[in-house]
């Protein structure tokens, strides 16, 4: 007589993955409405969650302390610290959060401060909701929120020839040749195509390289160039006059 053989070890179940924690958000905007509003907006997305709100860059650094955030949307325009200030300081802190600006198009030079200082893009306060919470998904995720029409505005504004400042211009240029002249070949071409404000589909397309393998290019460049997103180093490539 056959015996079927019954292995008495149970099958283990599988753990399903555990749910991603949401997004934390820190609102830092001088005009209550304009707080309430983007409370408002965000309150309703599942994986997002508004975890503070203050009124000024000068409370941004206890606020962070608080609540943890891992995106700032950051007004520019404040009373007592302004918004790039409040950036710049903090950059400066150990693993800091994302910061997203919110600005209008008329203030084209705090915009390229604050992404010197390590923003990772900005919006616009009239940004359909949609976009906002697209925005802060990506930022949360490591990626510029510049697209490639609004990053080369930018850099024409940075190149113009009414741009102030030829010493700190000159200065920057010296700079970026130093820097960029000690990457690879082929990651100076990613970096003059990231100049060009190109996304990661048109670079793998352009250099004939896998989308992966330019993520990989990507995440390389800001280690070796010690920046904290591809829009500065975009802004490192004009300032070397690459393109």
Do not use: C
């Amino acid at each position: 007589m056959n015996t079927e053989h019954v292995d008495p070890t149970p099958t283990p179940t599988p753990t399903p993955d555990p749910e991603p924690l949401p997004v934390r958000v820190l609102i830092v905007d001088d005009d209550a409405l304009v707080r309430a509003g983007l409370s408002m907006i965000l309150g309703g997305v599942p994986d997002l969650r508004v975890v503070g709100e203050v009124s000024d860059g000068a409370e941004v650094l206890p606020a962070v302390e608080a609540y943890h955030p891992d995106v700032v949307l950051m007004d520019i325009r404040m009373p007592r610290m302004d918004g790039l200030a409040a950036t710049e300081a903090l950059r400066r802190t150990p693993q800091p959060p994302e910061v997203l600006i919110l600005t209008t198009f008329d203030v084209d030079e705090y915009v390229l401060r604050a992404l010197r200082a390590g923003a990772s893009g900005f919006l616009l306060k009239d940004t359909p909701p949609a976009e906002i919470v697209q925005a802060i998904r990506r930022v949360a995720a490591g990626e510029a929120t510049l697209s490639p029409t609004v990053t080369r505005r930018l850099i024409a504004h940075v190149t113009g020839s009414d741009t102030p400042g030829r010493r700190d211009a000159s200065l920057r240029r010296d700079r970026a040749v130093r820097l960029l002249g000690g990457l690879t070949d082929r990651e100076r071409e990613v970096a003059v195509a990231i100049g060009r404000g190109w996304s990661n589909a048109e670079i793998s397309s352009a250099l004939f390289m896998s989308v992966a393998t330019v993520k990989a290019y990507v995440s390389r460049l800001l280690t070796k160039l010690e920046m904290n997103n591809r829009v500065q180093v975009a802004l490192l490539v004009h300032d070397a006059d690459l393109v």
